[in-house]
């Protein structure tokens, strides 16, 4: 993880000699976006949030300088009750009227399919390597579309790992070097209180968590609870998406002979279904140049269906596809289930409440895209826009990061 870090370290250097340069032209905020939407690519949640260690052995730079510390304003012990309906001095999200702190009640008690915001009240131009996402809060967001201030972000935080709801914790990777695992936040006190075992990853997590697939440049290796199972991948560039059951992966893959399986350098893509533990091919499909495949997991329901993200085959960049359309995978079929606005979907960043699927993403491909969140109505097809992109370049940052509560 370290390495990664050190990389965003010097993306957030490159991006402020960026920033001091374009503030006597034409300010950009695509380095800084460049440098976050590479740590969103490469995260993944994998892990139990459990608090261990003081405070004082978490040891975390931003930029080489910037301590993690909290707030001064944060108190040094309980919290100090709010008033239920009492508007925040904090975040102000354009468009929605003032935020209301959360009570402790409704922090703890946040329901299935709420999820923890990070968002920035600062503008692009405001930013540092040392204060990378500027004033930053954290903002509850219940899938009824309801949004309450929770607490301030600690200083160099970056992006929310995980959050407990019960516990009222959020590991919060900070945007620097870190020892000793990630930061734990307390979000009743916006107190640092111990580290998690949150990694960067981009496995691919079986439905009932046991299992994790990732590929090399020629193999598929899989995690189970005997070992690591190594398998020939059926042709270079081939990747795994989501696993369609407990023993079989849906692999996307460029274009196949569909005899051989060899490489065909030609249009389209093939999908192809493989054992997970013996490495077999056991289906493949070919997808014609334009139409859809799956490329990425969303999320999984609540009744256990796969929600993907659809993207045409040979018709964007393999490496990240721009993704507007999603559907249902099973075995090699797809059910579409509707288009959202974000073109580029935040990693993680979906959850499920009954019927509605919350997805948070940003509004262009581009790396200077804004970021919000949407909820599609499984069953009629309708989107709500739940807290919408900020616009202009006057306006804060908005929404750096999300994540659904465990």
């Known amino acids: 993880m370290a390495e990664r ?42 892990a139990v949030l459990g608090v261990g260690g003081a405070a004082a ?37 354009p468009g929605l009227p003032p935020l209301r702190q959360a009570t402790e009640e409704e922090v703890r008690g946040a329901p299935d399919g709420s999820m923890l915001v990070m968002w920035s009240q600062s503008t692009w131009a405001d930013v540092t390597p040392h204060l990378p996402i500027g004033d930053a809060h954290l903002l509850l967001l219940r899938p009824d579309g309801e949004v309450l201030q929770v607490a301030p972000a600690p200083q160099g935080a970056g992006l929310v790992l995980a959050w407990d709801r019960a516990a009222a914790t959020a590991a919060i990777l900070p945007l620097g070097e870190s020892t000793g695992g990630v930061p734990v936040v307390d979000l009743l006190t916006g107190r640092v209180v111990g580290t998690a075992d949150e990694q960067l990853t981009d496995d691919v997590v079986s439905p009932d968590g046991s299992q994790q697939a990732w590929r090399t440049d020629a193999t598929l290796r899989v995690r189970t609870p005997d070992g690591v199972l190594v398998h020939d991948l059926p042709a270079r560039g081939c990747r795994p998406v989501v696993w369609v059951d407990a023993a079989q992966l849906l692999l996307d893959c460029p274009a196949l002979d569909p005899v051989t399986l060899d490489l065909t350098r030609q249009p389209g893509a093939t999908t ?75 990693p993680g960043g979906a959850t499920t409440a009954g019927d509605r699927l919350l997805v948070a993403g940003s509004t262009g491909c581009e790396e200077g895209a804004r970021s919000g969140v949407w909820a599609l109505d499984l069953v009629t097809g309708a989107v709500e826009v739940l807290l919408p992109p900020t616009v202009g370049s006057d306006a804060p940052i908005g929404l750096v990061d999300v994540t659904p509560g465990r």
């Not at 870090?5 to 695509?30: K, M, W």
């Not at 944060?74 to 309906?85: N, Y």
């Not at 533990?277 to 796969?306: F, I, K, N, S």
């Open 5 to 46: 870090l050190h990389d965003l370290t010097d993306l957030l250097r490159a991006a402020e000699s960026e920033r001091v340069r374009g503030l006597a032209a034409t300010p950009t905020d695509a380095p800084l976006r460049h440098a976050h939407a590479a740590l969103r690519r490469a995260r993944t949640r994998r």
């Open 57 to 93: 052995a978490v040891a975390v730079l931003v930029a080489g300088a910037v301590a993690w510390t909290p707030p001064a304003a944060v108190p040094p012990a309980g919290p100090v009750p709010t008033p239920a309906g009492t508007p925040s001095a904090g975040a102000s999200v």
């Open 272 to 346: 192809v279904l493989v054992d997970a533990a013996t490495g077999a091919v056991t289906q493949h499909r070919h997808v014609p140049a334009g139409e859809d495949r799956p490329v990425e997991l969303v999320v999984r329901t609540q009744d256990g269906r796969a929600v993907v993200a659809l993207a045409p085959a040979g018709d964007v960049p393999r490496a990240e596809p721009c993704r507007t359309r999603l559907g249902t995978a099973d075995g090699l079929d797809v059910a579409p289930l509707g288009e959202v606005p974000p073109a580029r979907l935040h």
